[in-house]
């Protein structure tokens, strides 16, 4: 059944108030609510004045309007619904429904993470917890009563301020929240259990103080402050940046081991997933502390952009989620460095939205329909759609952003609103016009541009004449010209910059005039990755060196060193095909390697951002650029590279080496991690000469090291390698954390994405491993997803054997937790890039899962789609 945008009709009736009791039990939780009713004054003609209300996997208990029970001929239930006939224009419900959170294996609405109840209601949650009309246009204020045993459930949390709490008999007690701030009941949370406490507190621009509380289980209290700092940096920076203040007298943070995705900002109650929140030295990866800033940071702006202002409906989803991610990426910019960030943001913006608008599930930033709504939380609509507020803000420049967010929250605080909202209000407030703008919301695809450059040198002018197009998606044949901003810089030889400039690019085909050109330049097109666009033109090597080493845009330096990696990589695979020898493919690559010396031993330049440029396009982003893309060659052909820069670089790679060695006390700040990072990129390329001496470094860098980050990087060099040092460090990893179930999910990980050519076996084998269960997605995610995600080499083998695995596990994990089963399965959608024989053994798994009995909606959407010729 497919949803479509075009069908939106306003509710009939709105829910004014809700009022909740929860008497909670792990087997039986009994809810009763009470809603209130009001005919929509908006509402279609016609109507009618039928109520239907969403609910499933629950027991109907009872059901009064107004105060009398109505008889079971007085309304209709099924398994997706309630209906009844509206009294009058106005009226009181109450229902009791029980429910069974422990088995939820789902993890949507009421279920139990270890031995906290807590719920996740996005998208459409709510429905699984009582009936009710659940979209996001129907908002409430919500009082919530929940009751529980005083030992088993101390905390007791659910949206707003608590009102009271008081101890009933039995052994059990009572607390009282109230939400003041009308809400969709997608933010409606609860949490309830025996939690630790960890608190702070943030005094607000006009002086109010906000306790902040981050609950976990007992034992990880030491764990928090990092999540903590940075939730009140976030706060600090929504005020200066935004102007945004938090609205009420506290903000709770609950930590959960068992989460379908990172985390959820229902309101003044986030939830998260462990990961996102517990870090220690020892225990987090520097990448692990820069994850946790950024998702606190976009769960709390969420506050603003989400709760305070939503969407009218789940078309609209990028409304919030691309406003937010493009928050969250500003704030880690002005927290860290702005081009590492830059280039880590657009790394993942390829990584994993290029490959999904240029496959079966392509689709718009805003989409036109959908069977399963889960299945939208996309790159697209996150990534991309944060892409599409970037170009908004570069057009309008950060004054007329501003000007148009201050207009936007004016005009719709409390209010459920579309994207094109959003888009006027960018408009109204700068007078100007985006219809073509609008565009990027609807139209799917990634567009690719071309650009060719004419110097005159008697006139002193330079002619750059650009053309875009963008290739048909499924069921979007006939694509338009976009609006885009393209940052360019024109360079003299002498590396001084001749013009920096921002075009607005608007035509197919458009031509740009510079005067006063004095020197033939070398162009630094699309800098700062201004528009979410790929760029067909590939500038000499010479030129790509130039820009490597002389770029005033640093963004474009990182990319100009990729650029001249993926064409000497693309080739060779090409070639290897042929000779079957990657060094032989590969040739002469000592003018990049000397390219890469230069940046390498640039003292000026930020060491991560140093780290960044060493390292090469990865297999998956190869790939993309072939057809078909040969799995085993592109492995090949990467490792080759990698040893070829190593020997080459090898005195500088042994200096950096010593040279960021640190004394000082692990700290996860930028620069800390900048000198980290550059020496791990050191320690990988020396242990990718293949010698030996350098593998004894990493084993011994593994057992002296004082942080985790460091014990990654070594136990990442071991991992690939046929050496008893990797036999020695896994299985002290093992031992060291086997209690800590958000770090043994790094040793699964680890193994999964081995190169080494028994994974897929090692991998079958720890399923087995006590750690290990399919009923927990960090789990699931760790070791069977990172199989398929990030070991293409794996996955890949020739005789399907990676293929039918996977395909087993999903149909496994299907009858648990469709939602993330639905996630996993895009690998398998991916067989048109590859050659006949993997192409038809995917499909042919793909098949499978379809002929699956009680395949779920959520992975029969994917499978459906991906199969489709
Ligand atoms: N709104 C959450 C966030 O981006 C994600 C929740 C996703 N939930 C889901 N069921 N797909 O912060
Ligand atoms: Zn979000």
Redesign the pocket.
Known sequence: QVIRREDYTAPAFLIETVELVFDLDREATTVTSRLSFKANPDRATGAGDQVVLDGEDMKLLSVAIDGTALAASDYQVDATSLKFNAPSDQFVVEIQTRISPVNNTRLEGLYVSQSAYCT?C??EGFRRITYFQDRPDVMATYRVTINAPRDSCPVLLSNGNLVSSTDLDDGRHQAVWDDPFPKPCYLFALVAGDLACVEDSFNTMTGRDVALRIFVEHGNEDSCDYAMDSLKRAMKWDEDVYGLEYDLDLFNIVAVSDF??????NKSLNVFNAKYILAKSDTATDTDFELIESIVA??YF?NWSGNRVTCRDWFQLSLK?GLTVFRDQEFSSDERSRPVQRIKDVQRLRAGQFPEDGGPLAHPVRPDSYMEI?NF?TATVYQKGAEVIRMMHTLLGTKGYRKGIDLYFERHDGQAVTCDDFVRAMEDANGVNFDQFRLWYSQSGTPNLVWNGEYDAKQQTYRLTIEQKTEPTPGQVIKSDLQMPIKIGLLGRDGDELLAQTIDLTLGKQEFLFEDIAQEPVVSFNRDFSAPVNVGTTPSHDDLAFLMGNDTDAFNRWEAGQKYASDLLINAVKAFGQSGNADEALGDVDAFCNALRATLTNDDLDKAFRAQAMILPGEAMLSEQLQPADPEAIYQVRQAMRRKIGLSLQDEFEAAYRNNASNDAYSPDATSAGQRALRSVALSYLAATGESVFVDLALEQYRTADNMTDRMTALMVLNDQDHPGRDEALADFESRFASNTVVIDKWFSLQAMSSRTDTLAQVKKLMDHPAFTMRNPNKVRALVGAFAMANQRNFHVADGSGYRFYADRLMELDDLNP?VAARLAAPLGKWRKFDEGRAAKMKAELNRILAKENLSRDLYEIASKSVAE
């Open positions: 996740q996005e998208a379908n995705m990172g985390a959820m900002e976009h769960e969420h989620e889960n939380y939602q």
